[in-house]
């Protein structure tokens, strides 16, 4: 019996304070507010998918403090889960190509983006 071998989701994650490459692929800005200090020109952008940004409630509960961030992903987690057809949308997208999610937070670590390419590669 052979199986047939699924495409690989394709995502990575980067600043948007970060210089634009070519091996970012498709570059899709997670942030429901535009980032301070960036152009849009600059940022080089091929979508910016507010929508699946967290909720502004749920992101001045979080305030981009860490002992927050369990409780903060575990609610993002929960709203990601009533927007099944943008996960599915982008799982599609970079089952084709490279798609960077593009955050602003200063925490590599301790943000949304984390959170939302842990559930994307789920």
Known sequence: MSYKKLPMANFQLKR??????KTDGYRILID???PRGVKKEAA???EW???IAPSAALRK???HRPERFDTFSAQYHEELLEKKTELDR??????????TLLYASKD???NHAVVLK?????
């Open 49 to 51: 998918d507010k929508e």
């Open 16 to 21: 948007i304070y970060e210089q634009p490459a």
């Open 90 to 99: 982008l799982r599609e997208l970079a089952k084709k190509k490279q798609v």
């Open 61 to 63: 509960q979080f305030d």
């Open 118 to 122: 842990q559930v994307l590669e789920s």
């Open 32 to 34: 429901r507010l535009w």
């Open 44 to 46: 080089e952008l091929d």
């Open 108 to 110: 590599e670590h301790i």
